[in-house]
């Protein structure tokens, strides 16, 4: 067997392949449209790979299915068993207004109407001794009743089973023998930690998509063996780790923001190689703009995210995501104001310069009428685009109803388009407690490269770095995840009642839990690695904050951890109160399995090819008059070129604008890096 | 100069709209109380130098209306001249700020080049305001006096040196002198934010510009606001409830009466009909009943729109001198919040009569209250705040939510057993819905929530708010009224009793006692003859119906 590995993230337009040959660092990149049947897709693009399946030793999937599932609600149906007296908290949820001016908020229905909620007689208290001990005859018969029922799945939700989960697994062995068809979840084993609404809310939408990620897994993993693939499949999670693909069947919420976790992953590991430790992870789609931060070299994380306004209490890469990209519609709400997106075009007929049919003006017809796109270069001469039909679409849409011209008008909205991403990356960065100006800029996806400049500008960020392919960045991304399994308790006790032996204890048996998961990947013990946090507050706070847990804080009655909340609250919320009673709310450990990481292969001294490909007249608003920019080819410009803006920069799938006032150099490896002339 | 073009000004109103977004990001990062970062009890905005709304962060409702008048009176008491760039002013006299005493505005002026040229503001519940109650909502004052600490427009900082006799003052005379004073400094925080946001796009495009701007947003929403009148048809549209009492005089219900005038593309609201002030603490300010009055309109015609002072220009409030929705000094506000929360749904009844497909039926009303231990000698103390959840309001094209928090508490969400359990001598028995008391209809009322506690500590008392068990909130167009919302003390037991009104200092309860809060549901919407058979078997088959149906 050979080194190669491939990695295929299927996103919402496109499904994008990248395989790697680890003894030469070669990479081979597709994309293929994401419509139909994602199995279909998943071999087609294999096949067009002219890849040697059995030679592979690695494939890497992130997937959108399992988030798909739940946006669309299109899962299994299931029902849910809880303690006596709590079996409506699923629908009652927190109570709170998510939008205070609206008459009609409605918060959303839950995914399991209330006759398949069953409750049984069990109650543990909040220390996790036995109250009432489950009573099972109620337990029987409950499954009994769910199963005259046809559900395809069970989630078991009990109060306080985060710190003691004896009733829920005695609940999921009687549900494994009294109705061995069903898929069964137990809080439990999705999450340790208190909050009864969220933890319900985790462990139904696992339920609700285990049995459709389960029946396509299966089906892939036949395929492959068909086909004499006999290394290994693993699946991304929104943690950024990778997983085994039994995990992932048992676990489908862990796999929710699979594909841009790789995005992520892969700006960390760039930033590793660049040596820059501080980097905004900015990927622009079709329909969407997602923001992370990489921070001292890691992405920064939450244990909670929400999907259509559901809860899910899962450790995640903190991805803001706005509706904002090429495909976003530029319209004027009813008070006249010119607004670019939320909503986007369908990726048919999609915008309105690709001819089939779209009507409405987006943020590509203007990019095309600004100059910045070559009709006849797009997507590498895949597709051609109408100069035409774009002018007419933002004519008609915004230009005239505005009073304005046509170029003014397609300036306005690329100029509001590059506003709304500012302010994404402006509110993640100053909301986490960081300075957007000690950041750079990583621009991926296809349209990454036209808003880098702008967004070096307004933010005044240290540079703008565009990786080579950056369309399939975030599937290369995957290519530098680890295995990862992380495992988090509910602990709850003042520092004053903790001491060095009972917390070196707890993080023991919690470290043992995760390696006996840890296993089944094969990965050698001696690859692993394990890190341990806390979550961490005053006393009296609802809020935590997170904190690493290192060798030396087993000292000194744990005052460096205590005193490492401090340091922490004081960057998060300006604030430190080091003599304020404090708490441990939850302790966490993740365990890595470090896998080799790919090489990347420097560039050749001197490309072949003439980079200049000719002149074009731009339009950049705040730039006046009509500018010319030369158009170069990015697979011809040579390491250590440096190219004056404006420009364009052209390689297949993605276009990069560089505005008056910068300079781009290209670094050993092909990286674009766009600094300000001044700085 | 030359109009600015349509571009450049969504670029202001949108940069204006980040600014006061990141105006609450600082609140919330740097505040020490929960009621900010939690239960989001406060409103932020930047004004023009006339006080009029730029934009708005998010947060309660109606707090925001509240602004831009509180600016208005400074500028009214102090002058142009009187503000100085580096001055943060204090403001909190109901009367003129339009809410209860707790609700304490800081602002400060905005200078750009030697000229004033705009306002930050924001208002928030304070931990403490040195009233007759701890954290403030006294229950029975009689006057203002007895709430705690007015401010009147008193610069604690003054062209930028911290007053710091006036700072010391303040904080000997509140509870807890460490979270206000942690709380007022993250307000002056997010002030300042307000104003560097503002003065950098004042660079950026100059004064004139974003005035000019500005200018042509306010034109352009009160042309939209015009147009979204004009849809009502015209008429007068009156409505009226009873309160069950003010807190003191328990046995006197008293009127609140509504009528919306709808002329063309202007809207009127008149309070002529409601009781004159009343001698306990429930009278709602008039800056505050107007502020509410375009928070109703602005959520019946454009709720997704961020709102600015070209909004309001169409509306009109109006109320006779010393009612309870119009009080004058000495008149006791601090539970303001019973009469906030029925102005709301008053207009909206008011309305439903000329756009009912905009107009859900009444919710459940403000409901709970605090289970406390305060006494060291009786065990160690604690106190755990439950507005509980209720029925919302029968929709015209739906049945409305079950268990959402009242209509004036906005996003503020409950606290889990498994919290509740963690954290205070208590356990949780049933979370669930209420079926008794949601208003049936064609589309039916919201279910409210049945909370029950066991008690597992001695001496432990508790205090309820309650509103509206006399007339109950109302369904419409044939719905049902809403039942009541009421405490079950020491249930199960010969003891048991059953709770509607206010109580304090309420027990003791004891080790295994037992007490039940059951919130009402929401009205009904339409003849329930015209139900939906497919929504009766939905309920049926949910266990939804109650054995009378």
């Known amino acids: 067997m050979t080194n190669n590995r491939l990695a295929i993230d299927v996103g919402g337009t496109f499904v994008d392949f990248v395989a790697l040959d680890e003894s030469t660092g070669e990479i081979q990149i597709d994309k293929a449209p994401s419509s139909g049947l994602l199995e279909e897709r998943f071999f087609e693009g294999i096949d067009s790979l002219d890849l040697d399946l059995t030679a592979l030793r690695n494939i890497i999937h992130g997937s959108t299915l399992v988030i798909n599932t739940i946006v669309q609600e299109r899962g299994a149906r299931i029902g849910l068993i809880t303690t006596k007296g709590f079996r409506d908290v699923l629908e009652l949820g927190r109570g709170n207004r998510e939008e205070i001016y609206n008459l009609f908020y409605t918060p959303p229905p839950p995914l399991i109407e209330r006759y398949l909620r069953l409750e049984v007689s069990e109650r543990l208290d909040a220390r996790g001794e036995v109250v009432t001990p489950l009573d099972e005859g109620e337990a029987r018969a409950a499954i009994r009743q769910l199963k005259a029922e046809r559900v395809e799945g069970i989630a078991v939700v009990f109060l306080h089973s985060y710190i003691n989960p004896a009733h829920e697994e005695r609940m999921r062995a009687l549900a494994q023998a009294e109705y061995p068809q069903a898929a069964v979840t137990i809080s439990s084993e999705v999450c340790r930690e208190w909050r009864e609404f969220e933890r319900a809310s985790t462990t139904v939408l696992n339920v609700y998509a285990k049995p459709k990620l389960a029946r396509y897994l299966a089906s892939l993993q036949n395929e492959l063996q068909r086909r004499k693939f006999a290394g290994s499949l693993s699946i991304m999670q929104s943690s950024g780790g990778i997983t085994s693909l039994s995990a992932a069947q048992a676990g489908p919420i862990r796999t929710t923001v699979s594909g841009p976790a790789g995005g992520v992953i892969g700006v960390a590991a760039l930033g590793t190689r660049l040596g820059e430790a501080n980097l905004v992870a900015a990927d622009v789609g079709g329909t969407t703009f997602d923001v992370a931060l990489v921070s001292q070299g890691q992405p920064l994380e939450r244990n909670e995210h929400r999907i259509n306004r559901r809860p899910v209490l899962q450790p995640t890469i903190d991805i803001v995501s706005i509706g904002a990209g090429g495909g976003s519609i530029a319209w004027l709400d009813e008070a006249k104001g010119l607004r670019i997106g939320p909503q986007s075009v369908e990726a048919e007929p999609g915008p309105a310069c690709y001819g089939l049919g779209g009507a409405l003006a ?227 450990v993740t365990m890595l399995g470090v896998t080799a990481k790919p090489r990347i292969k420097p560039m050749s001294a001197q490309p072949p090819g003439e980079p200049l490909k000719g002149n074009r007249a731009i339009h950049i608003r705040d730039f006046g008059s009509r500018l010319v920019a030369p158009v170069l080819r990015r697979e011809c410009l040579a390491a250590g070129s440096e190219v004056p803006g404006p420009a364009i920069i052209e390689e297949w799938t993605s276009t990069i604008l560089t505005l008056p006032g910068q300079a781009a150099t290209v670094d050993e490896y092909g990286n674009l890096i766009i600094k300000r002339v001044d700085q | 100069m030359s109009q600015v073009d349509p571009i450049t000004t969504q670029v202001i109103r949108n940069a204006l ?191 004139g510009v974003l005035r000019q701007a500005m200018e042509r947003v306010f034109d352009q929403s009160e042309a939209l606001m015009r147009a979204k009148i004009s849809e009502i048809p015209d008429g007068a549209y009156s409505a009226s409830v009873m309160m069950d009492h003010d807190g003191v005089e328990l046995d006197k219900p008293y009127r609140l009466a509504v009528t919306v005038c709808v002329r063309g593309d202007e809207m009127h609201v008149d309070w002529t009909g409601t009781a004159s002030t009343v001698k306990g603490p429930t009278n709602h300010p008039f800056v505050g009943t107007e502020a509410l009055a375009q928070t109703v309109l602005k959520s019946l015609t454009m709720p997704f729109d961020p709102m600015n002072h070209g909004h309001l220009r169409p509306l009109t409030v109006a109320a006779p001198d010393n009612t309870a929705v119009s009080p004058l000094y000495p008149a006791a506000t601090d539970s303001y919040g019973y009469v906030g929360e029925m102005i709301i749904h008053l207009i909206v009844k008011a309305l439903a009569q000329a756009i009912p497909e905009r107009c859900p039926a009444c919710s459940y009303q403000m409901f709970g209250g605090a289970i406390y231990r305060m006494d060291p000698r009786h065990g160690e103390p604690f106190i755990y705040i439950d507005p509980l959840a209720g029925g919302a309001g029968a929709f015209p094209h739906a049945d409305g939510p079950s268990g959402l928090i009242f209509v004036g508490d906005g996003n503020a969400p409950n606290t889990p057993t498994e919290v509740i359990e963690g954290r205070y001598p208590l356990r949780v028995l049933r979370h669930t819905f209420n079926l008794k008391g949601a208003g049936k209809g064609k589309f039916r009322g919201g279910f409210g929530v049945t909370r029950e506690y066991q008690m597992l500590e001695d001496n432990i008392l508790i205090q309820t708010m309650n509103e509206n068990t006399i007339e109950t909130p109302w369904g419409l167009y044939g719905g049902e009224d809403a039942g009541v919302s009421q405490l079950t003390a020491w249930t199960g037991t010969e003891r048991e009793q059953t709770i509607r009104g206010r109580v304090y200092f309420y027990g003791p309860f004891n080790k295994g006692d037992i007490i039940t809060q059951s919130s009402a549901g929401g009205g009904g919407w339409g003849d329930p003859n015209e139900r939906d058979p497919a929504l009766i078997e939905y309920d049926r088959r949910n266990g939804l119906l109650t054995p009378e149906d």
């Not at chain 1, 009428?369 to 039909?389: F, N, Q, T, V």
């Not at chain 2, 029975?140 to 006036?166: C, P």
């Open chain 1, 362 to 588: 987006t943020v590509t017809d203007a990019q095309l009428i600004l100059g910045y796109l070559d009709p006849d270069y797009y997507l590498g001469e895949r597709m051609r685009l109408s100069r035409a039909l774009a002018a007419t679409a933002i004519d008609e849409n915004v230009a005239k109803p505005l009073g304005m011209d046509l170029r003014a008008a397609a300036a306005g909205i690329m100029h509001l388009a590059n506003m709304n991403m500012a302010y994404a990356i402006r509110n993640i960065t100053i909301e986490r407690g960081h300075d957007p100006r000690e950041f750079s800029l990583v621009c991926y996806g296809g349209g990454g490269g036209l808003f880098a400049g702008f967004l070096l500008d307004e933010l005044e960020a240290a540079s703008a770095i565009i990786p080579l392919n950056p369309a399939t960045f975030s599937a290369w991304g995957l290519l530098n995840a680890d295995y990862r399994e992380d495992y988090s308790r509910t602990f709850l006790k003042p520092f004053a009642d903790v001491s060095v032996e009972q917390l070196k204890r707890e993080l023991d048996s919690l470290e043992s839990d995760v390696r006996e998961r840890f296993t089944e990947t094969g990965i050698a013990p001696s690859q692993t690695m394990t890190q341990f946090h806390a979550a961490m507050r005053y006393l009296g706070q609802e809020h935590t904050v997170k904190a690493p847990i290192l060798a030396a804080d087993f000292a000194d009655e744990l005052r460096p951890l205590r005193q490492r909340l401090d340091a922490l609250h004081e960057r998060a919320y300006a604030l430190a109160l080091p003599e304020s009673a404090a708490e441990i709310v939850s302790l966490q």
């Open chain 2, 17 to 207: 709209k980040a600014a006061a977004d990141e105006m609450m990001i600082s609140l919330i990062k740097t505040a020490h109380n929960p009621l900010i970062y939690e239960v989001q009890d406060f409103g932020l905005a930047l004004t023009n130098d006339r006080g009029e709304m730029l934009a708005e962060g998010s947060g309660l409702p109606g707090f925001m209306g509240c602004l831009g008048p509180t600016v208005q009176s400074g500028l009214r008491a102090l002058g142009r001249a009187g503000f100085r760039e580096g001055d943060i002013l204090l403001a909190n006299e109901p009367y003129e700020t339009g809410t209860h005493i707790s609700d304490t505005a800081v602002y400060m002026p905005i200078f750009f080049d030697g000229e004033l040229v705009a306002f930050s503001a924001l208002m928030a519940h304070w931990a403490d305001i040195g009233g007759k109650t701890p954290g403030g909502w006294c229950p029975d004052t009689t006057d203002i006096h007895q709430e705690g600490l007015i401010f009147f427009h008193d610069k604690l900082y003054e062209a930028g040196a911290l007053n710091q006799t006036f700072q010391r003052f303040i904080l000997n005379n509140v509870r807890f002198p460490e979270l206000v004073h942690g709380d007022l400094n993250a307000m002056i925080a997010a002030c300042r934010t307000g104003a560097k946001r503002y003065i950098a796009l004042c660079k950026r495009y100059g004064a």
